[in-house]
């Protein structure tokens, strides 16, 4: 018996499904993953017609066009009847074909019966580029990753939202179909089974070894605990007599447990549809009424119209309980959108426009540069962003590793004997600015005049790396004699004043260099 809870979604969760609807039609689908029932099988499991039983509509019969590509099929209730058919681009599709199949559409129908469906589907295929059987495939593609959108609406209607996708399958027709389709068609199929946000209904034909099904062995890979997997078993009036009992076991789950469970249908045969006063509804309530073991199954786990209601109440839990998750990633998603259209600044359409742009990205860049030598980091997220711009404490430490050179090594020879500069306070660099070198190290014999690597765009204004040798620690008062004796002149009670230029250009010798190393290495952090 039908469930009346089923009948009706809350308010709160139609808008939800109408939502999700909407993004899906907006490609949003491509970005993030969206709730969805995915309706998949083999090309011979009686997935079509397990769709055409959902939407009330009969599908065309003439060439499978309703398998070369994802069909989205919404139900939804309105006022008036209606049906309305639009094409989904595929996100990778060129430009020209995207504004080609999105300008297609077909609105206000007030009917699909089979005839102006089969039209609708030639129309399609057209527009996709797609080839039709007859034409025996050449160059032209056979299945498409375009989405078409199938809309029905009126006052009867429930809201209730599935993509079929094309069965998948193994063997290449000539002239058909290739390996190339048949990956195609296995990544197509995969890519919405992969979504860890669909509920997978698997179509299955009972008259075979469910174990030999690929689709089942897929599903299991993809869903491996069975959370958001419903199974769908077809043809069980084409069950061998005395093996019905593996098909009662998967539906009352004693066999291939599924969270979501198992439901069969039994489609209409091909002499079933060529009676024009078919009737599937009471066919199919007749048969799992009368025939046996089939009338020992609960209604509510067989038939097309109580799989409809299952499908309601499973694709309402999806949603309430994935929406807030999708809402939450697209608000992420929307926020960095945000952000970098912001950092593009505004419309820039006239020489005016970017003189005025020109000008405050040059304020906003002095800004920061201030706040920088001010050493004002928490005025800017930018210097949380971007640790390197905190270039006062990197030159601040450069500074003091080139006082430290100057103190120990700047001059030839030593003033102070060993055991004395041994108390001299060491200044070492600090390594969060310096992760790529290594600290001076005064108590080798020589030391480098630059401790940052060469920039190629620099390499004009750099000056080049010298390796300059430490203090001489001895010998001083030996070198002073040798330049008094060598600079005497007839002076009365003192010393010639050149001495004092000779000694100084002696003891500074190595100054140069050590200064413009460290103009060179405070000119590559700035760089």
């Known amino acids: 018996m039908k469930d009346q809870k089923a009948d009706n979604y809350g308010l709160g969760e139609t808008l939800m499904l109408e939502c999700i609807d909407k993004l899906f039609a907006c490609g949003v689908g491509e970005l993030i993953d969206l709730p969805q029932i995915v ?27 309703c398998t070369r590509f994802a069909t989205q099929i919404i139900f939804r209730r309105a ?83 599935v993509i079929d996708v094309p069965g998948i399958f193994k063997n290449t027709t000539p002239g058909h179909t290739s390996k190339a389709d048949i990956a195609l068609v296995r990544n197509m199929v995969l890519g919405y ?35 958001r997997t419903l199974g769908v078993l077809t043809k069980p009036d084409l069950v061998d007599k005395g093996t019905e009992w593996r ?14 469970g ?29 025939a046996s073991p089939w009338n020992n199954i609960s209604e509510d786990k067989v038939g097309i119209e109580s799989l409809r209601e299952r499908l309601k109440e499973v694709l309402s ?14 608000t992420k998603r929307l926020d960095t959108a945000h952000k970098a259209l912001e950092a593009m600044g505004p419309e820039r359409n006239s020489p005016a426009a970017q003189m005025s742009f020109l000008t405050e990205l040059g304020t906003k860049f002095q800004r920061i540069v201030t706040l920088a030598l001010d050493a004002k980091y928490g005025q800017d997220e930018i210097f949380d962003a971007q640790p390197a711009l905190r270039i006062a404490p990197a030159v601040l430490a450069r500074m003091e590793v080139f006082a430290a050179d100057m103190m120990q090594g700047g001059h030839t020879y030593s003033f102070l004997p060993q055991e004395r500069q041994d108390t001299v306070q060491q200044v070492e660099q600090a390594d969060f600015f310096f992760e790529d070198d ?42 002073l004699q040798g330049i008094y004796a060598s600079s005497r002149g007839f002076e009365l009670g003192t010393f010639n004043g050149s001495v004092l230029a000779t000694t100084m250009k002696k003891q500074s010798s190595k100054w140069i260099e050590i200064s413009l190393g460290f103009v060179s290495d405070v000119i590559v952090m700035v760089h």
């Open 79 to 161: 006022a008036e009847e209606g049906v309305s058919v639009a094409i989904i681009a595929d996100r990778n599709a060129s430009v020209a074909h995207r504004t080609h199949v999105e300008s297609w559409t077909k609105d206000n129908l007030t009917s699909l019966n089979a005839d102006t469906f089969s039209e609708i589907m030639t129309e399609v295929h057209q527009v996709m580029g797609l080839a039709r059987s007859e034409d025996g495939g050449g160059q032209t593609p056979t299945f498409s990753n375009d989405v078409l959108r199938l809309e029905i609406t009126g006052p009867d209607q429930e809201h209730l939202s």
């Open 262 to 290: 198992w439901h069969v249908v039994r489609n209409p045969g091909q002499r079933d549809l060529s009676d024009a006063s078919l009737d599937r509804i009471n066919l199919e309530l007749a048969f799992f009424r009368s």
């Open 247 to 260: 098909i009662i076991d998967l539906i009352e789950g004693r066999a291939r447990k599924m969270q979501l």
């Open 39 to 65: 309706v998949v099988g083999d090309q011979s499991s009686g997935k079509s017609s397990v769709l055409e039983g959902l939407i009330r509509k009969p599908f065309p019969r003439d060439s499978g066009l």
């Open 317 to 330: 839990s999806l949603v309430r309980r994935e929406f807030p998750k999708v809402q939450h990633e697209i």
């Open 193 to 227: 089974m992969r979504n860890p946000r669909s509920v997978m209904l698997a179509v299955i034909p009972a008259n075979v070894d469910v174990a030999t099904q690929e689709i089942l062995e897929l599903a299991k890979d993809v869903d491996p605990e069975g959370d």
């Open 438 to 479: 290594t600290p001076p190290d005064h108590g080798q014999d020589t030391f480098d005049s630059r401790k940052e690597d060469d920039v190629d765009d620099l390499a004009e204004i750099l000056r080049p790396k010298q390796s300059l040798s430490m203090c001489n620690e001895e010998g001083i008062e030996k070198w």
